[in-house]
């Protein structure tokens, strides 16, 4: 895969998720983050969105490994 082709799907990508912000869908958190409020702070652990974002990651990677 050539670099050119990297900054393509890099491009798409941003601009996909551009989109979606703009659009400002309530996608996060999802069900299965850990979320705490208290009084004076917040904890977010997002557990499952790191989840999901490691299988997409593993599945992009892998089929641009086999080209």
């Given at each position: 895969?050539?670099?050119?082709?990297?900054?393509?799907?890099l491009?798409?990508?941003?601009?996909?998720?551009?989109?979606l912000?703009?659009?400002?869908?309530?996608?996060?958190?999802?069900?299965?983050?850990?979320?705490?409020?208290?009084?004076?702070?917040?904890?977010?652990?997002?557990?499952?969105?790191?989840?999901?974002?490691?299988?997409?990651?593993?599945?992009?990677?892998?089929?641009?490994?086999?080209?």
């Open positions: 895969m050539k670099f050119e082709d990297l900054i393509i799907i491009g798409i990508f941003l601009f996909l998720i551009g989109i912000l703009k659009l400002n869908l309530k996608i996060f958190p999802l069900p299965g983050d850990i979320l705490i409020k208290g009084e004076n702070f917040v904890f977010y652990f997002p557990i499952v969105t790191s989840i999901i974002i490691s299988i997409l990651a593993s599945i992009i990677l892998w089929f641009l490994s086999k080209k």
